[in-house]
């Protein structure tokens, strides 16, 4: 097969991709957010949420885990890509839907950027762009270029890397817990390496309508207490035998253990979000099915909060801490779709 040249740039890029010493990922030298990030943070210590087995429940004690990223899928790479621009890349205007919860363009989309399903895409179309140069992390939802150089898309948002700061609260972002996709995204070189230092993210079909920290946004009318709110962090149970599972997997079962995952965007139960690449062994990626929602649990992380309106993170602590606030209650006013296939749900399109 021959590899879209955009697509041979993210894994080339992606091959710079390491874990300093503080145990901040970086991508060729540019930190994805620092250390105390609490994307970067462990939670194998932290107590289970007292809502896990509602949570587990409504999202599919007995579904299994998918892996929605590999290599190809339908003609075309299969995940949400990414690339890395310098400080010369050439800045393009951007108009959005919702532009009042967007931060304005414009944006350095390089012109053969790669776009979540391809071009001819009709579901999420992701563009995330890494300016290393500048330490910002560019994300757009439901992207289409027009003809003069500029894009038209759902929402947008930029941010900074280097930094803990998080969306206003009720903003959405790429997507729809208002939280940055590529923190969360599984990446073949970190496995390569051996290590994912970092919580990943994943979907689930029903949440409620609100969102707790990290997260800043809701996307459901739903109000029962057994649907997980935006922005709740899952883990693999620690009891869960690794041992029969290909390395690869192991490396990221490892890593839902000790970082877990975060609910970000409504989808399909337990859908685990990566980046496309070449190099993965897709019979091995879907040994990650052999996982239901009964071996994970929903884990307390409110101890770690230091402010509402930053995602610096506590260093951990061991379980027995105090209970979860209660989660924040979103005040966006916009009507929101009960879609599951679009990032946020909230732009029409075939049900897929």
């Not at 997997?249 to 000790?258: D, N, P, S, T």
Request: proline content about 11%.
């Amino acid at each position: 097969m021959v590899f879209p040249r955009a697509w041979l740039l993210v894994g080339a890029l992606a091959a710079a991709i390491t874990t300093n010493g503080w145990g901040s990922p970086t991508l060729i030298g540019c930190p994805v957010f620092p250390s105390t990030n609490v994307w970067n943070t462990a939670i194998d210590t932290l107590p289970v949420d007292p809502n896990s087995n509602a949570y587990v429940a409504t999202i599919g004690a007995a579904k299994p885990v998918h892996p929605d990223f590999g290599t190809v899928y339908n003609g075309t790479p299969n995940g949400i890509p990414f690339v890395a621009v310098g400080g010369s890349q050439a800045k393009v205007p951007v108009s959005f839907s919702y532009a009042g919860q967007s931060d304005p363009g414009p944006y350095p989309i390089p012109p053969d950027v790669p776009i979540e399903g391809g071009p001819q895409a009709s579901g999420d179309r992701h563009v995330l762009v890494l300016d290393c140069t500048a330490g910002k992390l560019y994300e757009i939802f439901a992207a289409y270029p027009n003809s003069d150089g500029s894009w038209t898309a759902g929402s947008g948002a930029v941010f900074d890397v280097r930094g803990n700061s998080l969306r206003p609260s009720s903003w959405t972002s790429a997507d729809a817990a208002g939280l940055p996709i590529l923190a969360g995204l599984v990446r073949y070189d970190q496995v390569n390496a051996g290590e994912i230092a970092h919580a990943l993210r994943f979907t689930a079909p029903q949440t409620r309508n609100t969102f707790i920290w990290p997260a800043r946004h809701q996307a459901s009318s739903l109000g029962g207490t057994q649907y997980p709110p935006m922005g709740q962090r899952f883990r693999l149970k620690a009891s869960v035998d690794t041992s029969r599972f290909g390395p690869n997997v192991q490396i990221i079962l490892r890593a839902l253990k000790k970082y877990g995952m975060f609910l970000a965007d409504n989808g399909s139960s337990w859908f685990l979000s990566g980046a496309p690449d070449p190099r993965w062994n897709d019979d091995e990626l879907h040994q990650l099915s052999l996982l239901h929602g009964s071996d994970f649990e929903a884990v307390d992380e409110s101890s770690l909060m230091i402010d509402p309106n930053s995602a610096q993170a506590r260093p951990p602590t061991p379980a027995g801490s105090p209970k979860a606030t209660a989660p924040l209650q979103s005040r966006c006013a916009r009507p929101r779709s009960e879609r599951i296939d679009l990032a946020h749900s909230v732009l029409p399109a075939p049900l897929i």
